[in-house]
């Protein structure tokens, strides 16, 4: 009697710890699912190799230190032009679903608006506020400044133009295919560019002042609004689509540097600076000013600039001589050929600097032409010069010589690479006061490079060099003392995020199914220790 009391307190001692475990279990996956329900301690952790459905560093950068108030408007229709309103409209999913991200990662900062076309009329009242045109097919990222109550918007259409079979626009490219049943090909997303686009026009209506550039003029410099292959009106409008505003700076007629200039920018100068420009230039630099210089590819008229007087201030030296290749990608020798002064740069001579950044991670490379090598002589003493990218190894650098010009053939006697091609350095001004022991101090920052010529028209508008336009842009944003804004990776189109209503089934699935089947689970187990489980046989 006493051995089936015991077994009995037994059964009932193990019910209870039993039931217990249940339910400490069920409370802890309440708890973490309501944990991972607050924004506040809420982590994403994305397993997927590409990292598809993480924002990039940039864009989590920029949505950090974003201002409240951004509105993303949703105008999305159907695609009236077979074959390609199924392609487009797969564009427009993944564009929401990216927007997704965005409106997550910004914590309360960015709103966004879904106009349905089967509301006609709350669509139109909503496109006339933003002063669009009826037929908007896009998003439009919209912000009204506190202070001055103006409303800045930027439209992201999902067609701009049509070139070459292939449907241009903000979001992406979509490549049409070919209807041919003989060589038929499906239209496709050739590039995904949501993301991008999307920082793009948070930073175009929410930045508060423009920072300016400033343009030293009459010093043979490359034209910043011409046409030829020398000139820089590319690079201007690149910069000027990042926000930058353009001036022009001649001593001579202007007198001293204007006190809102943000950069200063010394593009390719073949003539001499007078003793009180070049004392400008330093006394603006060593102050805390910004600046980005770009040698010329003659090697005469970079010495008879006297631009070398500059940068041996800073501790830098322009060697005399042009960094050449021996043998093109496609591995044709280029002893003797004009095109041996062009070289590629890839991951491996890139260095870890938020300027090259985006080409490391997304493994892009420079195409860089007509270099001279930089050196660093001596460093600042409250700062550092860095080397931002080299020419390959095994790249030589042909010497003009006594008996000629030089003559793209390597000698015995002329140095080998690598060399460094870009540089820039930032200190400190030894002057710059200091009120407390938290106070930001002045930093004066440079840019070098060795090339001005691979961000020249030339360059920036050949398929090739077009690579280096992101290039430009960083440069100066670096200077500028913005490279939180750096480029913005352009994402796989292949990738695939969950539907609205296959989230909404994760989220039944974790709060309440997986809860439910412990309990169940846990019930089972009990009863079937209450039984006493399988019996054994003894002997």
């Not at 009329?121 to 933003?130: D, F, H, Q, T, V």
């Not at 918007?153 to 626009?169: P, T």
């Not at 860089?368 to 090598?373: K, L, Q, T």
């Amino acid at each position: 009697m006493s051995s089936n009391r015991v077994g009995g307190g037994a059964r009932a001692g193990i019910g209870a710890f039993t039931g217990l475990s249940i339910l400490l279990a069920l409370a802890s996956v309440m708890l973490i699912n309501w944990l991972a329900a607050r924004p506040g301690v809420r982590m994403n952790i994305d397993l997927t190799q590409a990292g598809r459905n993480t924002l990039s560093p940039a864009a989590a950068s920029l949505l950090e230190d974003m201002p409240d108030g951004v509105v993303v408007d949703l105008f999305f229709r159907a695609y009236d032009h077979r074959p390609l309103e199924g392609i487009v409209g797969e564009l427009q999913a993944l564009s929401q679903e990216v927007l997704q991200l965005v409106e997550r990662g910004a914590d309360g900062k960015v709103t966004v608006r879904v106009n349905s076309a089967s509301n006609p009329a709350g669509w139109g009242e909503r496109a006339r506020a933003l002063h669009l045109l009826p037929n908007m097919n896009g998003l439009v990222v919209s912000y009204q400044d506190p202070e001055t109550k103006e409303l800045r918007s930027q439209e992201l259409a999902i067609q701009r133009s049509i070139q070459q079979n292939m449907i241009v626009g903000d979001l992406g490219r979509i490549h049409a295919g070919n209807p041919n049943p003989e060589q038929y090909a499906p239209p496709r997303i050739a590039s995904f560019d949501a993301e991008a686009a999307l920082v793009e026009a948070i930073l175009a209506v929410t930045r508060g002042s423009q920072p300016k550039i400033y343009h030293t003029r009459g010093h043979g410099e490359a034209d910043l609004y011409g046409d030829g292959p020398q000139a820089a009106r590319r690079a201007e409008a690149i910069l000027g689509e990042a926000g930058f505003v353009h001036e022009l700076w001649n001593y001579v007629e202007d007198g001293d540097l204007p006190e809102d200039c943000d950069v200063l920018s010394i593009l390719a100068p073949r003539q001499p600076f007078q003793d009180a420009e070049l004392e400008q230039i330093l006394g603006f630099v060593r102050g805390g000013g910004r600046a980005v210089i770009a040698l010329p590819s003659n090697l005469n008229e970079m010495q008879a600039s006297r631009i070398g007087e500059v940068l041996n201030a800073l501790g830098i030296e322009a060697g005399a001589g042009t960094i050449c290749a021996h043998r093109h990608p496609n591995g044709a020798n280029l002893h003797g050929q004009p095109t041996a002064a062009r070289f590629l740069v890839t991951g491996r001579d890139l260095q870890r600097h938020s300027i090259v950044e985006p080409y490391l991670s997304q493994g892009l490379l420079l195409d860089v032409i007509y270099a001279h090598p930089l050196r660093v002589v001596s460093q600042p003493e409250q700062g550092a010069t860095h080397v931002v990218f080299r020419s390959p190894t095994g790249t030589w650098l042909d010497e003009a010589r006594p008996e000629g010009p030089r003559d793209n053939y390597p000698q015995p006697d002329e140095d080998v690479g690598p060399f460094d091609v870009a540089l820039t350095t930032q200190f400190v001004p030894a002057d710059a006061p200091v009120t407390g022991e938290l106070q930001q101090r002045a930093e004066s920052r440079v840019v070098v490079l060795g090339s001005y010529y691979m961000i020249s028209n030339h360059m920036l508008e050949d398929p090739s060099g077009a690579v280096n336009k992101d290039f430009v842009r960083n440069v100066y944003n670096w200077a500028a003392e913005r490279e939180w804004q750096g480029t913005v990776d352009t994402r796989d189109p292949g990738f695939v995020f969950a539907t609205e209503d296959q989230a909404d089934l994760g989220l039944v699935i974790a709060q309440w199914a997986l809860p439910l089947l412990c309990l169940l689970l846990g019930i089972a187990t009990a009863v079937h220790r209450s039984r006493g489980g399988p019996r054994r046989q003894i002997g």
